[in-house]
């Protein structure tokens, strides 16, 4: 099943496009997404599934599920930092500000690969629930705060901004207003209301992460060839913490009743390790930390791993569970 | 040259996106509230070579321009000098005549 | 009625779309469209209303009716900046150079707003006539030209360029040659030849429209933040002016029989500000004027209030004069 | 039949916008698509019509055909140049490093042409084979090794970096990584793998043709009029390479026995012009080249030219040499 | 340094995109034919801060860059004084050594 | 300015983007790792004008920028000068004042 499942999802066009943007990153091709297409393309993704998810949970109406499930979401970006802090520090050997930046980035989410896990999922005929767009936006930013209170004294330097202009960085980040607005857009409208613009968010969708994934693939590949920063117990741990997290992510999502799709969504979602938000966040709050280390094990190892091998191993994990 | 001209310090910081309102903050306290920010497309320095296709965009850059007085280009070199490290900011100053140049 | 439309109007895809960027806008979110992203959409959206006009009067042929709409939509930008001259100097206590500017922009159109009203109209089973893409298109330059006149001695000083280039800005701005070109492609290629590439300006139209209207909400609001150059009297007139623009456009649309559909836009046109084709134009040919007066009043004041109340009270009062 | 094809081919929306565009750019209009969003639709362009190839192969199964094409024009790529560049040196009157610069983009292909050819056969019921776009690939690049011999000594300036550099500049070439890239991913995923994304690359297809050709015109004539390299001889030149290039082309992919369709197809890939590939390498390795000479023909002249006349007259040929 | 090098004017003018060819035909008649445009994505001045993200792009502004002899460049300047208010032209000159200038 | 202040030359080399690649190998030859890629949108030359509009990027040009001491500048400047007109590349060097410039 495994197998099955990991032959089938390496050889859907996505991935395959993802692979073809690596190969073509490693090989030192000049192909390249200009970067304003690339920015467009993450809009148009998150849009289309905020909306989609609103549309769905409009269609299914509230239930506790969702309560649970955002409760639970949010329960892992505010923990999982904490173990992973620890790991990086130990295996890992970066100094605490680093430490603190990285595990910020594992607490929290990578929207392509919930997107691609639930393209995925919804192939093999257990897509993931609509609140599931909701709990991702709720695991986006908790794990923030986590990773300064880690980084403890280092908040000083930076202390003057980083009162209001923190929280508001945390909750007006852009990734995060687009997913809730579409998705509360989506919840407005509901199935009927959506007809005329659904056309564009649908027809297109798979193909635009197609080709955003071939951008993903030269980005990742990229930055594996220039970085200095990584070292190969960084590389090591970018494999390690996705495997774990996204266990536990498996574990509670079937343990507070979530349907197969939706667990094994909540693994990817643990696994995954943001490279949009947080970044951007810590540059402005831990500016001594060094983006080379946390987007190098985001963007080049732990991305890469989880299209190919972490999603379908949550898949896996979270079908045996239902069993 | 008819007009009144006077010289003035023109001032470059390269920081990051994510830093640039630090910059602008640090700029204001020093009393220059007009600058221009330039696109830097990609580059290299200690931390290896970047373009700004980087899908996140914590590490492109812009570079901060503006044109001040000696006394606020001061100031601001004093603002900005501590974090030139930690922050990773570039800054230099250079010479430029500036046509009615009063205001700056 | 006027209230139901309202609802209706507020409850759809495209203007909650633009409430959401003008919340991110207010809030100071890092929301952003790219600005090629926006230029690009801008063009898509204006080839397809073209392109579609122009099939539209493909099919149903030449009448007396379309040279009527296209008179009086010419009359109306370049009467309309008269009285707005007045009441700029007056009630708004600008000067000559800016009230001349100003009454341009409002002479003119903003095709955002008529796309969002033709949208609108067809929802509720009244869409305009084909042609009334024309008359956008023929609407989008008289007003520049009163504009200048108005503007009067203060044209000396950049006289030297304005003969030839205004003349060649007016009638080859872009947005005019792209919509004017499209409807004609359209005439030329008619229903069946545009069978090919009807899909791609369909079934993405009104889903563009909503980032595009996302990227309008943003604009609009960070305008408003960090404006200086607008009183309180000056966003007073630029919701009286589309109010009282937008009367007169419904009334002469009706009074050369038009259907309720083409009145109401008729009436959206003249109640529209223009955004694009005018404030290039007058940076150019009255640089002394303030950008920030003119775009200020039509980004932030009147396009937001047209989209959301004006569009509404042309399609109520259209509606009532055809009762 | 040629007149005929050629006024349904000059009436086609694709070719309709190539037209407006290049009027605008005629008449200096400020219409302008951004740079990023031409780039944008040229990656979807490619990767639409690799994977579209790849499908049909997987569909209709190798064959012996496969490889005499692709033989064929590779064969075309590398010995095309020659002759032409004897003409530009004769007859155009151009040096050395310049004639064999401006051969190298006349053996090379433009993928536009190909694209614009393919549609208009499509449409006139002889599609070229699937395997033209690989074909296409292969025609790339070989045409600037020779181009790079032919200009000789000359190459050995730019050496030190030539060796290595050129040789993955010609074969990971960003253009020929996308095409040759979907291309395998559509033989891989073969039509049902495909269903997902084929609604993007399909839906899209012509319409972003149009634009794109939009912009190509706009290119093309501004290009025109700022040149201050191009002679009348030149201008010549960039008429008569095409049409003999494509009349060999069709000549031998009729005699090794291609479909008409497929046979017009490889006169076109002869008769077009690279102005992606090959002008950057060239600049890299060829440095002392005018950019001015080659882009111009190629762009200004040759391709207007091949889209309205070349196209329709390889067809016509090869229909002539089919009956 | 081998080769022949000599001083030149570097000019810098912040301009609005509309006014873009005002300032190239100052240039020309001031001589002065070889310039590049930079792209600016962002500012601040007498009139608040912008950035290019404006769908109008009639605020956008690029810096206007060239190299030129001082005598071109003090007529450059000369043609352009006037405009520096009403038009809101930034201008400001540097010096720069060039090498093979002769052609500047 | 407390800080420690070096001159430095501040070096901008306008150049067509295939050809970035040799610039910056030249400066890597010259001890200069550190570097900026700035983004031009036009311009005029000998050749007419441009703008980065073009379908073909291989006349779209970039600004390359570096700090370094005069000693590296001059051997920059030593590998550039060959190809200044061969490869139609245009060159000219400021000079700037660097915080904490030990590094360049
Ligand atoms: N000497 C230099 N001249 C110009 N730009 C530089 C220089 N050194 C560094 N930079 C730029 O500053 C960024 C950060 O440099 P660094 O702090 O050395 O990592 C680099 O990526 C370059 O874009
Ligand atoms: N001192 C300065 N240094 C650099 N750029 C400036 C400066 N002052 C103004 N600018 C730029 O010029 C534009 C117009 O300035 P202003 O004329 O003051 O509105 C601003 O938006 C900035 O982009
Ligand atoms: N004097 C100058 N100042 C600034 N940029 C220039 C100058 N001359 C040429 N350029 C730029 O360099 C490019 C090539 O110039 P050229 O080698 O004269 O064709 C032009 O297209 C401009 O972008
Ligand atoms: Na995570
Ligand atoms: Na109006
Ligand atoms: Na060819």
Redesign the pocket.
């Given at each position: 099943m495994v197998a099955e499942t990991g032959l089938s999802v390496l050889l859907s066009p996505m991935i395959l496009f993802f692979v073809l943007g690596a190969f073509a990153g490693m090989a030192r091709s000049d192909l390249s997404v200009p970067e304003p297409i690339a920015k467009g393309m993450s809009l148009y993704l998150m849009a289309a599934i905020g909306l989609k998810g609103g549309i769905q949970v409009a269609e299914a109406g509230f239930s506790s599920a969702i309560l649970l499930a955002l409760a639970a979401g949010i329960a892992l970006s505010l923990l999982l930092p904490v173990p992973a802090y620890a790991v990086l520090r130990k295996a890992g050997g970066l100094d605490r500000v680093n430490a603190a930046a990285v595990a910020a980035h594992y607490g929290s989410v990578s929207v392509v690969t919930f997107v691609t896990g639930s393209e995925i999922l919804t192939s093999l005929a257990m897509p993931p629930a609509g609140y599931m767009v909701a709990v991702m936006a709720a695991m986006e930013t908790p794990a923030i705060i986590v990773g300064l209170l880690l980084a403890g004294g280092a908040l000083g330097s930076g202390a003057r901004r980083s009162g209001t202009a923190l929280w508001h960085e945390t909750f007006l980040n852009g990734a995060v207003v687009l997913l809730v607005g579409s998705f509360v857009i989506g919840l407005i409208i509901g199935k009927d209301g959506a007809v005329p613009v659904l056309p564009f968010f649908e027809t297109g969708f798979r193909g635009v992460l197609c080709l955003f994934l071939l951008d993903m693939g030269l980005v990742a590949a990229r930055r594996l060839r220039e970085t200095r920063s990584l070292t190969w117990r960084l590389v090591g741990l970018g494999v390690l913490l996705p495997l774990l997290q996204g266990g536990v992510g498996v574990l509670v999502g079937t343990a507070i009743g979530l349907d197969t799709g939706s667990a094994a969504t909540l693994g990817i979602l643990a696994a995954s390790a943001s490279y949009i938000a947080v970044p951007a966040v810590m540059r402005m709050s831990l500016p001594q930390a060094d983006p080379g280390v946390s987007l190098g094990m985001a963007l080049a190892v732990t991305f890469p791993f989880n299209v190919t091998v972490g999603i379908p191993a949550c898949i896996a994990l979270a079908t045996r569970f239902a069993a | 040259m008819i007009a009144n001209i006077v010289q003035r310090r023109r001032i470059e910081v390269l920081v990051d996106r994510p830093l640039v309102p630090l910059v602008i903050d640090a700029a204001n306290r020093a009393g220059?509230?007009?600058?221009?920010?330039l696109r830097v497309e990609g580059g290299a320095g200690r931390n290896g070579a970047w373009a700004d296709e980087e899908i996140s965009g914590a590490q492109a850059k812009q570079i901060f321009?503006?044109?001040?007085s000696q006394e606020k280009t001061d100031r601001l070199v004093d603002h900005l000098s501590p974090l030139l490290d930690s922050h990773g900011l570039v800054l230099f100053v250079g010479t430029v005549d500036v046509v009615r140049g009063g205001?700056?």
């Open positions: - | 220059i509230s007009g600058y221009s920010l321009l503006a044109v001040a205001r700056f």
